[in-house]
């Protein structure tokens, strides 16, 4: 009887809040597979794109091998692409001690990307994505400092690929919903 009670109030308490799962990828009927390139060479965040993209239920056509070089990657000619153009990090200095060093940091991470069709057309022009966070940094504790920022470092890379998917699925959407677009859903059953 608790357990029933307590299931009801927490699910109740979670719908009340806005909370809902979070939908499929929507992807365009005309869009068969998608090839994530980057412009920067062993891309952690190409890898966590594709990774999100086939666990979405996309099919994913990777380079020619894990050991190929990055900058001489075969494009297949029947994928669309998503192309990350930039990834940029930065770490800018938002407070300082009584002696002018350093305490606490903003940590920055900016990519750029556009989502092309197959036949070269823009589905998602470029844009810009920039996701920060602040982290305390004594300058006494370097090892420390070292760890959370690579801890950091890392959701901001789970982020900005759950950004990136989400900007897509908003522009297929959005399209979708105005009529201009036919998209795929589930087991790839085209709707409009």
Excluded at 45 to 70: F, V
Excluded at 105 to 112: L, V
């Amino acid at each position: 009887m608790n357990r029933l009670l307590i299931s009801l109030l927490v699910a109740a308490g979670l719908a009340g809040c806005g909370f809902h799962p979070r939908n499929a990828l929507m992807l365009p009927a005309d869009v068969p597979a998608v090839q994530v390139t980057s412009n920067v060479p062993y891309s952690e965040l190409s890898k966590l794109l594709e990774r999100n993209l086939r666990a979405s239920g996309a099919q994913i056509i990777t380079s020619a091998g894990d050991d190929a070089d990055p900058g001489k990657v075969e494009l297949a000619a029947d994928a669309a692409r998503l192309q990350v153009l930039s990834e940029r990090w930065g770490d800018l200095p938002i407070a300082i001690d009584g002696q002018g060093r350093a305490q606490e940091y903003r940590m920055r991470y900016a990519a750029i990307f556009v989502f092309k069709r197959a036949d070269g057309t823009d589905l998602v022009p470029q844009q810009v994505i920039e996701l920060s966070r602040d982290y305390v940094a004594p300058p006494t504790d370097a090892t420390g400092t070292t760890t959370e920022r690579e801890i950091l470092a890392t959701e901001l890379r789970r982020e900005m690929a759950a950004s990136i998917l989400r900007r897509i699925d908003g522009v297929v959407r959005s399209q979708a919903a105005k009529g201009t677009l036919d998209v795929r859903q589930g087991e790839d059953a085209p709707t409009r």
